[in-house]
């Protein structure tokens, strides 16, 4: 079973519409990444959080530290933003090691 | 420009030779890393190295190893006992003061062993 687990493992959808990308984890994780993978492989952060709501252009990110949970949301969708998403955390006491979800490869039409 | 450079971008080798990825960063991060990536899979960890000189086994380190001769250099070399090399490689670095620093990613090296 994997200790990081996101949902859906793919998303089509319309341009202009509202994305929302769930992660659920079951280890102890001091704050988790939101990262962008482009389809030429190269990697981007987007978030970093340990707590509430970050905002960034279209892009929102929230955490529920207790449930264990958070979210990635794209407003006004558009084809710019199909990319695989993928959240990671750092597992309390690893040294900063990350554990990885599966990714969400999300497609947007236009 | 600081940031990470991973060469070459694809790379295909034959059967039992060796290969070395190299991996550079002008970040002055103390720790880096090198992950594969699998279709359908999360990242999996390779080896890391938290300072000059040293360096661990990660979750996957079988048919691999690493130097970490200087700061900015972290080459990982796929030897021809790891028995599935083809996969895509990450290189990644982080400061190191605060363990949930985010993490600097390379663009990758595409491996094909033929």
């Known amino acids: 079973k994997n200790e990081v687990e996101q949902s859906p493992q793919n998303l089509t959808a319309q341009e202009g519409e509202f994305i929302t990308i769930n992660c659920s984890y079951s280890v102890g994780i001091s704050a988790l990444h939101w990262l962008q993978q482009h389809p030429g492989g190269g990697i981007v952060s987007l978030f970093m959080?340990?707590?509430g709501k970050k905002k960034h252009g279209r892009l929102i990110a929230t955490i529920n530290i207790q449930e264990k949970h958070s979210s990635l949301h794209i407003t006004a969708s558009h084809p710019r933003d199909s990319a695989v998403y993928i959240c990671?955390?750092?597992?309390?006491?690893?040294?900063?090691?990350?554990?990885f979800g599966k990714g969400t490869k999300l497609s947007v039409k236009p | 420009d600081g940031g990470i450079t991973q060469s070459p971008k694809y790379l295909f080798r034959k059967e039992g030779q060796n290969v070395t990825l190299s991996c550079e960063q002008n970040?002055?991060?103390?720790?880096m890393y090198w992950y594969r990536q699998d279709p359908g899979q999360g990242l999996r960890l390779i080896y890391y190295s938290q300072i000059v000189n040293d360096f661990q086994k990660g979750d996957i380190a079988e048919g691999y190893s690493v130097s970490r001769e200087k700061k900015e250099s972290f080459p990982l070399t796929v030897t021809s006992a790891q028995k599935n090399p083809t996969a895509f490689y990450l290189c990644a670095s982080r400061a190191n003061e605060r363990s949930n620093n985010e993490q600097f990613f390379g663009p990758g090296t595409r491996l094909t062993v033929l």
């Open positions: 990671a955390g750092p597992v309390t006491g690893s040294q900063g090691n990350l554990i």
């Open positions: 959080l340990s707590s």
């Open positions: 970040l002055n991060h103390d720790a």
